[in-house]
Protein backbone atom coordinates (compact mmCIF):
# COMPACT_ATOMS: atom_id res chain seq x y z
CA UNK A 1 0.00 0.00 0.00
CA UNK A 2 1.65 3.41 -0.77
CA UNK A 3 2.45 5.75 1.60
CA UNK A 4 2.13 9.61 1.99
CA UNK A 5 5.72 10.73 3.29
CA UNK A 6 7.00 13.96 4.15
CA UNK A 7 9.72 14.80 1.50
CA UNK A 8 13.32 14.47 3.06
CA UNK A 9 16.63 14.01 1.64
CA UNK A 10 16.75 9.93 0.79
CA UNK A 11 13.70 10.90 -1.39
CA UNK A 12 15.87 12.83 -4.17
CA UNK A 13 17.31 9.98 -6.27
CA UNK A 14 13.55 8.52 -6.80
CA UNK A 15 11.70 11.84 -7.15
CA UNK A 16 14.18 12.29 -10.06
CA UNK A 17 13.37 9.13 -11.55
CA UNK A 18 9.60 10.01 -11.27
CA UNK A 19 9.82 12.96 -13.02
CA UNK A 20 11.71 11.93 -15.75
CA UNK A 21 9.46 8.43 -16.30
CA UNK A 22 6.71 10.95 -16.34
CA UNK A 23 8.25 14.08 -18.16
CA UNK A 24 6.08 13.30 -21.70
CA UNK A 25 2.82 12.13 -19.76
CA UNK A 26 3.07 15.21 -17.82
CA UNK A 27 3.56 17.62 -20.71
CA UNK A 28 0.23 16.95 -22.11
CA UNK A 29 -1.42 18.35 -19.21
CA UNK A 30 0.83 21.29 -17.60
CA UNK A 31 3.97 23.25 -18.87
CA UNK A 32 7.01 20.90 -19.06
CA UNK A 33 9.31 21.85 -16.35
CA UNK A 34 12.40 22.49 -19.19
CA UNK A 35 16.00 20.51 -19.32
CA UNK A 36 17.26 23.40 -16.68
CA UNK A 37 15.09 21.80 -14.32
CA UNK A 38 16.87 18.52 -14.90
CA UNK A 39 20.10 19.57 -15.54
CA UNK A 40 20.03 21.84 -12.01
CA UNK A 41 17.39 19.23 -10.16
CA UNK A 42 19.87 18.84 -7.17
CA UNK A 43 20.23 21.97 -6.10
CA UNK A 44 16.33 22.89 -6.56
CA UNK A 45 15.62 19.72 -4.50
CA UNK A 46 17.96 21.33 -1.96
CA UNK A 47 16.12 24.70 -2.26
CA UNK A 48 12.61 22.99 -2.09
CA UNK A 49 14.07 20.96 1.56
CA UNK A 50 15.20 24.36 2.41
CA UNK A 51 11.84 26.13 1.78
CA UNK A 52 9.94 22.97 3.94
CA UNK A 53 12.59 23.48 6.79
CA UNK A 54 11.71 27.22 6.79
CA UNK A 55 7.79 26.94 7.37
CA UNK A 56 6.99 28.05 3.57
CA UNK A 57 5.94 24.92 1.56
CA UNK A 58 5.30 21.16 2.72
CA UNK A 59 6.50 18.57 0.47
CA UNK A 60 5.29 14.94 0.61
CA UNK A 61 5.49 12.28 -1.77
CA UNK A 62 3.49 9.46 -2.40
CA UNK A 63 5.79 5.85 -2.05
CA UNK A 64 5.37 2.96 -3.40
CA UNK A 65 6.36 -0.50 -1.32
CA UNK A 66 9.26 -0.83 -3.73
CA UNK A 67 10.11 2.68 -2.44
CA UNK A 68 9.23 4.29 -5.87
CA UNK A 69 7.58 7.99 -6.20
CA UNK A 70 4.23 7.61 -7.58
CA UNK A 71 2.82 10.97 -6.85
CA UNK A 72 3.97 14.74 -5.46
CA UNK A 73 1.94 16.92 -3.37
CA UNK A 74 2.34 20.04 -2.23
CA UNK A 75 1.35 22.49 0.45
CA UNK A 76 3.27 25.77 -1.08
CA UNK A 77 3.39 29.57 -0.07
CA UNK A 78 1.77 28.71 3.72
CA UNK A 79 0.69 31.92 4.99
CA UNK A 80 -2.04 32.67 7.54
CA UNK A 81 -3.26 29.57 7.44
CA UNK A 82 -3.52 29.05 4.02
CA UNK A 83 -1.79 27.51 1.26
CA UNK A 84 -1.63 26.21 -2.48
CA UNK A 85 -2.17 22.39 -3.40
CA UNK A 86 -0.08 21.60 -5.98
CA UNK A 87 0.23 17.69 -7.21
CA UNK A 88 1.13 15.18 -9.98
CA UNK A 89 0.90 11.85 -10.20
CA UNK A 90 2.91 8.94 -12.43
CA UNK A 91 0.95 7.55 -15.45
CA UNK A 92 0.63 4.01 -14.28
CA UNK A 93 -1.09 5.35 -11.01
CA UNK A 94 -4.17 7.00 -12.84
CA UNK A 95 -7.50 6.47 -12.98
CA UNK A 96 -7.53 4.49 -9.50
CA UNK A 97 -8.32 7.22 -7.46
CA UNK A 98 -5.02 7.03 -6.02
CA UNK A 99 -5.07 11.52 -6.89
CA UNK A 100 -8.29 12.02 -4.49
CA UNK A 101 -7.41 9.96 -1.92
CA UNK A 102 -4.24 11.34 -1.82
CA UNK A 103 -5.33 14.98 -1.64
CA UNK A 104 -7.87 13.64 0.74
CA UNK A 105 -5.52 12.75 2.86
CA UNK A 106 -2.92 15.82 2.24
CA UNK A 107 -6.38 18.60 3.00
CA UNK A 108 -6.52 16.03 6.80
CA UNK A 109 -2.49 16.95 6.90
CA UNK A 110 -2.88 20.50 6.15
CA UNK A 111 -5.37 20.96 8.61
CA UNK A 112 -3.99 19.06 11.79
CA UNK A 113 -0.37 19.12 11.18
CA UNK A 114 0.11 22.19 9.60
CA UNK A 115 -2.62 24.28 11.07
CA UNK A 116 -4.32 25.34 7.58
CA UNK A 117 -7.83 26.04 7.32
CA UNK A 118 -7.84 26.89 3.70
CA UNK A 119 -6.28 25.55 0.92
CA UNK A 120 -6.42 26.68 -3.03
CA UNK A 121 -5.50 24.91 -6.39
CA UNK A 122 -5.31 26.25 -9.45
CA UNK A 123 -5.97 23.87 -12.62
CA UNK A 124 -6.77 24.37 -16.85
CA UNK A 125 -10.08 24.13 -18.14
CA UNK A 126 -8.06 21.49 -20.18
CA UNK A 127 -6.84 19.32 -17.59
CA UNK A 128 -10.40 17.39 -17.01
CA UNK A 129 -8.62 15.03 -14.20
CA UNK A 130 -7.56 17.55 -12.73
CA UNK A 131 -10.92 19.16 -11.58
CA UNK A 132 -12.78 15.63 -11.45
CA UNK A 133 -9.64 14.99 -8.46
CA UNK A 134 -10.48 18.54 -6.87
CA UNK A 135 -14.05 18.24 -6.54
CA UNK A 136 -13.97 14.41 -5.44
CA UNK A 137 -11.96 15.94 -2.72
CA UNK A 138 -14.58 18.53 -1.28
CA UNK A 139 -12.65 21.48 -3.42
CA UNK A 140 -15.38 24.09 -5.43
CA UNK A 141 -14.32 26.81 -8.28
CA UNK A 142 -13.46 30.08 -6.61
CA UNK A 143 -12.95 32.22 -9.63
CA UNK A 144 -10.56 32.25 -12.82
CA UNK A 145 -6.90 31.37 -12.83
CA UNK A 146 -4.86 33.78 -13.99
CA UNK A 147 -3.11 31.98 -17.70
CA UNK A 148 0.19 33.01 -16.59
CA UNK A 149 -0.19 30.86 -13.33
CA UNK A 150 -0.98 27.74 -15.85
CA UNK A 151 1.75 27.84 -18.82
CA UNK A 152 -0.53 30.38 -20.24
CA UNK A 153 -3.62 28.15 -20.46
CA UNK A 154 -6.77 29.41 -19.21
CA UNK A 155 -8.18 27.51 -16.13
CA UNK A 156 -9.94 27.78 -12.37
CA UNK A 157 -9.35 28.29 -8.52
CA UNK A 158 -10.47 25.79 -6.77
CA UNK A 159 -10.90 26.11 -3.10
CA UNK A 160 -11.66 24.09 -0.04
CA UNK A 161 -12.06 25.24 3.88
CA UNK A 162 -10.57 22.64 5.82
CA UNK A 163 -11.78 24.50 8.86
CA UNK A 164 -16.10 23.40 8.62
CA UNK A 165 -14.19 20.07 6.83
CA UNK A 166 -15.08 21.53 3.53
CA UNK A 167 -15.73 17.90 1.92
CA UNK A 168 -15.49 14.68 1.93
Same mark, same amino acid.
Given at each position: ??? &???????????????????????????????? *?????? =???????????????????????????? &?????????? *????? &????????? /?????? /?? /?????????? @???? &?????? =???? @?????????????????????????????? /??????????? @??
Amino acid at each position: MPE &LERLHADHGPAVLAFELENRAYFAASVSDRGD *DFFDRF =ADRYDARLAEQEAGICAFYVLVAEDGSV &LGRFNLVDIE *DGAAQ &LGYRVAQLA /TGRGVA /TA /TVRELCRLAA @GRHG &LHTLRA =ATSH @GNAASRKVLTKAGFVPAGPADPADLGGKPG /TWYQRDLASGG @GP
